[in-house]
């Protein structure tokens, strides 16, 4: 279990950072026109910041609250992003690799972030087509997204 979810975060991982490699960091404060909605740059931060509190809630065995690694200012600083990301993966996969098999309550966490990354991405799709930016690759792998806008 464990080596499927560091497989799964780490491809996770690789979408965010084509994501950033994709969207021009001028983007990254953008909302969705006439809809309610957050920038780019924070919904990454929301995943970064899941990525620092899932693990620390795990080792507490409780929640501890939400800290993102990145400020709001950053949310625009695609290095700043990518180097969060990139921190946060090594991080995350140090982590999943330690959790012994009978811990349910730090599994429980695990899947709960993956759950978490992969609604973010999902969210994010709709910011590419909305914005009309192009859709990276491994997106559209993962996702089989329309080619054409």
């Known amino acids: 279990?464990?080596?499927?979810?560091?497989?799964?975060?780490?491809?996770?991982?690789?979408?965010?950072?084509?994501?950033?490699?994709?969207?021009?960091?001028?983007?990254?404060?953008?909302?969705?026109?006439?809809?309610?909605?957050?920038?780019?740059?924070?919904?990454?931060?929301?995943?970064?910041?899941?990525?620092?509190?899932?693990?620390?809630?795990?080792?507490?065995?409780?929640?501890?609250?939400?800290t993102s690694p990145v400020t709001a200012e950053q949310t625009t600083d695609a290095s700043a992003l990518r180097a969060a990301f990139e921190q946060t993966a090594r991080d995350l996969d140090a982590w999943v690799a330690g959790i012994d098999a009978a811990d349910e309550a730090s599994l429980t966490y695990a899947l709960s972030l993956l759950e978490h990354e992969t609604q973010h991405q999902g969210q994010l799709i709709r910011y590419l087509y909305g914005l009309r930016i192009d859709r990276p690759h491994t997106w559209q792998q993962q996702y089989a997204l329309d080619e054409d806008f």
């Not at 799964?8 to 983007?27: F, G, I, K, N």
């Not at 006439?34 to 080792?59: F, K, M, N």
């Open 1 to 66: 279990m464990n080596d499927l979810l560091r497989r799964r975060l780490a491809r996770s991982t690789v979408l965010y950072l084509d994501l950033l490699d994709t969207v021009p960091p001028e983007l990254l404060g953008s909302h969705l026109a006439d809809l309610p909605s957050d920038t780019i740059g924070h919904q990454l931060w929301c995943v970064l910041g899941a990525r620092e509190s899932y693990p620390r809630a795990a080792a507490a065995g409780a929640w501890q609250g939400f």
